[in-house]
């Protein structure tokens, strides 16, 4: 994940998690077809670890909706390259990331095709949400949610205990 | 005869590094106080993180004293704490060494083979935190 403007991460990055989500479903395990649980846990532990860098040079967060407003802010536009586009919460717990472009659905065409394989490119990211902001203090758990490709919906619930 | 203990603390209160400093003109040893420092540190993280609450600053200054020994303390994005416990008041030079502390440390968090909150066993580690302590502590 580059913070540069160098040109060739940007290609590198998505061509190794093309490949990633290949691996990880090409590998059977008792004839079994591989899972998104671990397509999942490689995104919690790269954001979880990731997390130390890119807030270095920030104040500590004071609420929930901080946090919330970083990850959509510089988290996204330092791996992604923009701003989430909108974001929604009730103020209890929920929020709700709108994408309308999502950088690993763009290059699959639009339309009904491929819905159903979509959701196989978004699980690295929800669990790169999902460990960037346990290392920042929330416990939450992250789906997400395609309608009409490339735009795409992740939706954080913050685990209250 | 400064002496400077150094303690980086995880998310569960375990200390995962911790060294001790002192300036090198010191020629006879008179007691070890490295229990006393270690207790010190452990009764502070309270107050640190008490004082975390209150600011967003990275860097809380002095959050404890203890007779003549005083505890200074840096608080990470990822709540990781760095504790120092130190006799003489050195303000900058102390937050100048957190921060490049602070570097060293995220550096060895990047790497995928160390699972964070663990201990930190590296001869470079140790080496970067005696040459900073060296230029900012000690001098």
Redesign the interface.
């Known amino acids: 994940m580059s913070v540069s403007k160098g040109l060739v991460d940007d290609v590198l990055f998505e061509f190794l998690h093309a490949e990633l989500v290949s691996y990880v479903l090409n590998s059977s395990k008792d004839g079994k077809k591989g899972d998104v649980t671990s397509l999942e846990y490689i995104g919690f532990s790269s954001g979880y670890r990731i997390i130390e860098r890119l807030t270095k040079e920030w104040p500590r967060f004071k609420d929930e909706l901080e946090t919330m407003k970083f990850i959509c802010t510089d988290f996204w536009s330092s791996i992604y390259k923009k701003q989430i586009d909108n974001l929604r919460t009730n103020h209890q717990g929920v929020y709700v990331l709108h994408e309308n472009s999502f950088r690993f659905l763009r290059k699959i065409s639009s339309g009904r095709q491929y819905l159903e394989a979509a959701p196989k490119f978004v699980a690295f990211t929800c669990g790169l949400i999902r460990g960037a902001l346990a290392n920042l203090g929330l416990d939450c758990t992250v789906t997400a949610e395609i309608q009409q490709m490339p735009a795409c919906k992740f939706h954080i619930q913050v685990q209250k205990n | 005869m400064a002496t400077y203990y150094f303690l980086i603390v995880g998310h569960y209160d375990n200390p995962i590094f911790e060294m001790e400093f002192t300036s090198a003109n010191r020629e006879t040893k008179k007691e070890d106080h490295r229990h006393l420092t270690q207790f010190i540190a452990h009764a502070a993280l309270d107050l640190v993180d008490e004082h975390?609450w209150k600011t967003?600053?990275?860097y809380l200054k002095t959050v404890d004293k203890f007779n003549n020994w005083l505890v200074s303390a840096f608080?990470?994005?990822?709540?990781?704490r760095f504790l120092l416990v130190h006799e003489p008041k050195n303000e900058d030079g102390i937050r100048n060494f957190f921060s490049e502390m602070?570097?060293v440390?995220?550096k060895y968090?990047?790497n995928?083979f160390y699972q964070?909150d663990t201990d930190i066993r590296c001869a470079a580690f140790e080496r970067k935190a005696l040459f900073l302590a060296r230029k900012y502590l000690t001098g």
């Open positions: 975390a967003g600053n990275a608080i990470t994005s990822s709540h990781i602070y570097e440390y995220i968090s990047m995928p964070v």
